[in-house]
């Protein structure tokens, strides 16, 4: 069984996310998603709309996805990709080249959906 995993935030989900992991589970036959518990969140300074058991619910209804674990700091990927025995670690291309140093597994980036992300959301709905 080829294993893949992908990490991020996913909050407010939309288009993009939803793509990223149609593509990701296509690389494989089982899909894990690491999401940043709202603590991490607060690391990469980021403030998430919902809370990380609403955002873990959400991409769990997803059908490209079999797993969610928490992502609870920045250096637990390689960890994470020996524990679980995966095979491709997938990100979006806005992180090209930044993980290129984990071992034993295939690093795929994958181009972001245009036009759409949460930070646009917010402000398009601010807009209003
Ligand atoms: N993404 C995408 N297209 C978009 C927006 C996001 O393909 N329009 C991808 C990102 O490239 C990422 C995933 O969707 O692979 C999740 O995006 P975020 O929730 O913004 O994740 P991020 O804050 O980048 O966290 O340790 C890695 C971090 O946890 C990644």
């Known amino acids: 069984m080829k294993k893949v995993i992908t990490y991020g935030t996913y909050d407010l989900l939309h288009l993009g996310h939803i793509r990223l992991l149609k593509r990701a589970k296509a690389l ?49 990927k390689q960890a994470d990709i020996d524990t679980h025995d995966i095979d491709v670690f997938v990100m979006g291309d806005d992180w090209k080249g930044k993980f290129d140093h984990l071992k034993n597994v295939e690093i795929v980036y994958l181009p972001r959906t245009e036009n759409i992300s949460t930070t646009q959301i917010k402000q398009d709905l601010h807009d209003q």
């Open 28 to 76: 494989g036959d089982y899909l894990i998603v690491a999401i940043s518990t709202d603590e991490f969140n607060a690391v990469k300074g980021k403030q998430a709309f919902y809370p990380y058991a609403v955002r873990k619910e959400m991409v769990e209804a997803i059908r490209y996805v079999d797993e969610v674990i928490p992502e609870n700091n920045w250096d637990q």
